[in-house]
C-alpha cells in the first residue's frame, strides 16, 4: 500500500496547477488534496485560518485510516503544519514549500500593520482586489501569463494548467474565468496567522521539513529563525522565487521525496489515537 501524501496548494492556485509534480510523487505515493481551499461556506476564511485547518483535517480524517504525510506551498504549508499541531497524531510529518514561519517582532508587526491596515499594502493582497478575472480565450489566457515577467519563468506544463484548471472555460464561446475567488484570496492574505512562532517555542509534536527558493521574496523578508525551530537540520534550498513548485516541479517532487525519506527516518515515536473521524 502506497503511503499517503495530502497536498495544499499556494494561495489564488486552485490544487491541480501542481499535475505535474503530482505525476512524479504519484508512483511512490497516493495524492489527495482540496481543489480551492476556503471556497467551502461551512470553512470561511477568518484571522488566523482556524476553519481552514478544520477544512483540511475533514478532509483528512473522513478518508485515512492510517496517519499521512501532509506537504503544502505557502498558505498550504501553514495549514499543514497547523493541522499537525492540533492532531498530531493523524500525521507523520510536514513538508513545508517556502512557507517562512512568522514569529517575535515580525509576528508583532504582522498584529499591529494586520488591524492598521498597512499588511494591505505590504502584502501581495491590494493586487487580488482589481485581479482580472475574464478572458476571451485560451490563448488570450496564455498570451496575458506568458508575457508577465513571474509567470515566464514557469514550466510550461504548469503555465497550461493554470489555464486550464486556473480559468476554466465558462461559455460556449470559449471565454475564461478564473477559478479562485479573488475576495477569498484577498481574505486569506489579510488573514495571515501571526500566532504560529508562539506555538512552535518547544518545536513540533511531528518530524516537519521545509523546502526553500534561493530567490525568495517571503523568505528574506520574514527569515528563517522561527522555522528552523520546527525543521531543526531538515532543510532544504531549490534555486527560483517563491513560486518555484511551478518553476521547477521536477525538482520540487524530487526534493519532496528526499525530505519525505529524512523525515521517515527521524520520524517521533509517540502513541497515535485509532479513532480516526473529524472530531478526533
Known amino acids: 500500500m502506497k503511503q499517503v501524501i495530502h497536498f495544499s496548494h499556494a494561495n489564488g492556485f486552485p490544487a491541480s496547477i501542481y499535475r505535474t509534480l503530482f505525476a512524479e510523487l504519484g508512483d511512490a505515493y497516493e495524492l489527495r488534496y482540496i481543489e480551492r481551499i476556503g471556497h467551502d461556506p461551512r470553512y470561511p476564511v477568518t484571522r488566523d485560518w482556524p476553519h481552514l485547518v478544520e477544512q483540511l483535517l475533514d478532509d483528512v480524517g473522513r478518508t485515512y485510516e492510517q496517519p499521512v504525510w501532509l506537504v503544502g506551498h505557502s498558505l498550504g504549508g501553514y495549514l499543514s503544519l497547523m493541522a499537525a499541531l492540533r492532531k498530531p497524531q493523524w500525521v507523520r510529518g510536514v513538508v513545508m514549500l517556502d512557507s517562512p514561519v512568522i514569529a517575535g517582532w515580525r509576528s508583532g508587526m504582522l498584529r499591529v500593520s494586520q488591524w492598521t491596515g498597512l499588511d494591505e499594502r ?149 502513541e497515535r489515537t485509532p479513532e480516526r473521524n473529524a472530531n478526533g
Open 122 to 270: 505590504l502584502s501581495p493582497a491590494a493586487a487580488t482586489r482589481t485581479r482580472r478575472t475574464h478572458w476571451a480565450s485560451r490563448d488570450d489566457a496564455w498570451r496575458h501569463f506568458h508575457a508577465k515577467a513571474a509567470f515566464a519563468r514557469w514550466d510550461e506544463r504548469v503555465l497550461s494548467d493554470y489555464i486550464d484548471f486556473g480559468m476554466p472555460q465558462a461559455a460556449a464561446d470559449g471565454a475564461r474565468t478564473l477559478a479562485f475567488d479573488r475576495r477569498i484570496e484577498y481574505l486569506i492574505y489579510r488573514t495571515l496567522p501571526h500566532t504560529l512562532g508562539s506555538r512552535l517555542v518547544h518545536g513540533a509534536p511531528v518530524p516537519v521539513g521545509f523546502i526553500a527558493g534561493t530567490r525568495s521574496k517571503e523568505i528574506r523578508q520574514v527569515g528563517l529563525a522561527a522555522t528552523r525551530r520546527a525543521t531543526g537540520d531538515h532543510l532544504e534550498w531549490i534555486d527560483g522565487s517563491h513560486l518555484f513548485p511551478m518553476e521547477k516541479p521536477i525538482e520540487t517532487a524530487r526534493a519532496v521525496e528526499r525530505m519525505l525519506r529524512e523525515l521517515a527516518v527521524h520520524e517521533r515515536v509517540h
